[in-house]
């Protein structure tokens, strides 16, 4: 079925990795997530996000990349596959 999405309304997610693409989210609640974006195939409306970090991937992370080189600085914190998701994260053993 193409172009189909799943489609969220007043939803609420609370401690997940949300993965943003093929979705529709709208009035939704995003706290302590993890918010995925790779494609960019998604819709975003009148939601809140509360200690949420966004990861990009893929395409969304080379569109993250070039803006970066234009304007010097990232438009959001980019994660590293390093850092901890989340600030009470146990440290890595290495």
Do not use: H, W
Request: glycine share 8%; hydrophobic share 30%; charged share 30%.
């Amino acid at each position: 079925m193409e172009g189909y999405k799943i489609q969220y309304n007043n939803s609420v997610f609370s401690g997940k990795k949300v993965e943003l693409d093929g979705k529709d989210f709208n009035r939704c609640t995003f706290k302590d997530c993890i918010i995925v974006l790779e494609k960019g195939e998604t819709t975003v409306e009148r939601c809140s996000f509360e200690n949420c970090k966004l990861l990009f991937k893929g395409n969304a992370y080379t569109v993250g990349k070039i803006i970066r080189l234009f304007t010097g600085k990232s438009p959001l914190k980019m994660l590293d596959f390093d850092e901890p998701l989340f600030e009470n994260a146990p440290p890595k053993k290495g």
